[in-house]
């Protein structure tokens, strides 16, 4: 306590930050090889711990009031230098870290007022018009940068809309990094297809003859099969914590760009799988004031009823709504928040340990909404107040209205994709088809036939077979 400031600030530069699993606290058997704690760039690679847990940082850097607010008004990709280098200072330098923010960070976060001291981030400016790019694009040269020279590495990516496209885009043209990306043929939406089917390049996309679960399944199924060790095959879902540290950093660039002084901001976040919101949870505990973060969840409703009850009880098989990429009913990310709060719960959503609820019910808001409270959304807040919302952001702002009443100040909502990639609901409740964003705009004159695969696990193994 009797540190000054700078002084510390350099401790905490000194001290390096290693990262472990949310399952350490379960009498698992030891596993070969792993300590219990690896560095970032160990973590990333490996994806998931080796005991089945999501690894952690073991310490939260934290930022002053004044350096929070010194990062009002700079070019996005500063801002994300200056919140990752507290993490990666350990594993890559700074000269190289400032490289990688400029080069990932060609869109950043307009920032519109809804009415009042309510804004909307957008997060749509990235090359495929949803947030997803924003991890994406570092996780991607982050990878590059720190895996050996003559290593070759392949994303295997299952996806059932937004992630898929962020990931193969953002991975397109890097040498030595392959990306097979399989998605359900009979589940994703005509414009989420076409994006996939553009990528090519070092991308392969596998339009596979079942649902999202059946490709889920045939991925984890790859990431055990000895036979396919030579590939250095690794996860970019939001299991992986180089997804997570990415999103941090909007947090705190949205916060400085509404207020003037440091004061409590609500945060509403839609979500499915819980990564995006996390950032939000891990920005607070570095010091940004959010009160509360709202987590805003379609007709899955596991988590609002878990803050409600003490009780948790996944939604099995999940919901499918409009808002399709929080069609999720155990959330990956609910082991990250359980061990923030002091708990375990494993990724069958199994709770080993309650974490402290009171306190979750103090910093957290959580709210099912449903279709019908979705669309209604869309339509009210464009009549009322000329602001266009898709399905994902609509349930962030309807989240909103049912906390808002309560106390009135600062608050942003997070539109997590561009609405030009709903056309079909956005016209059916609006009667106007929006502008496409910019990425999209020439889609259909990119297509690439993907393979079409059965839904066979022998057929999709000889498939990555042929990769030797
Ligand atoms: C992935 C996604 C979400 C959910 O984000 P999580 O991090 O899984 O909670 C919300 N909206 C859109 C548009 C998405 O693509």
Known sequence: MWLCGKRKKEMELSNKILYYSTNRDLNTEEIKGFKGEVTFKEALFMGQAPDNGLFMPGSLPELYKEEILSLKGRPYYEVAFEILRKYLKDDISDEKLKEICRDAYTFSIPLEKITGEIYLARMDQGPTASFKDFAAQVMSRLMEELKEETQEITVLVATSGDTGSAIGTAYKGLESIKVCILYPELEVSEGQRKQLNAI????????????????????????????????????????????????????????????DEILPVIFSVPSGNFGNSLGCEIARRMGLPVEPLIIATNENDEFPKFLESGVYDKVDPSRKCLSNAMN???????????????????????????????????????????????????????????????????????????????????????ETAHPSKFPEIIKETLNITPKPHPSLADIDKRVIEPEHLPNDYQTFKNYLLSFK
């Open 200 to 259: 090519g390049d070092n991308t392969s996309t596998l339009a596979i003859d079942g649902k999202f679960d059946d490709c889920q399944r045939l991925v984890k199924q790859a990431f055990g099969d000895p036979e396919l060790k030579f590939l250095n095959l690794t996860s970019a879902n939001s299991i992986n914590i180089g997804r997570i540290l990415p999103q941090i950093v909007y947090y705190f660039y949205s916060y400085v760009n509404v207020v």
């Open 328 to 414: 999720v009913g155990n959330p990956s990310n609910l082991a990250r928040y359980f061990d923030l709060y002091g708990g375990t719960v494993d990724k069958e959503g199994n709770v080993h340990k309650k974490p402290d609820v009171t306190l979750m019910r103090k910093n957290l808001y959580s709210v099912s909404i449903s279709d019908e409270e979705t669309v209604e959304t869309i339509k009210e807040i464009f009549e009322k107040f000329n602001v266009l919302l898709e399905p994902h952001g609509a349930v962030g702002v309807a989240a909103l209205m049912h906390h808002y009443g309560k106390i009135n100040k600062t608050a942003i909502c997070f």
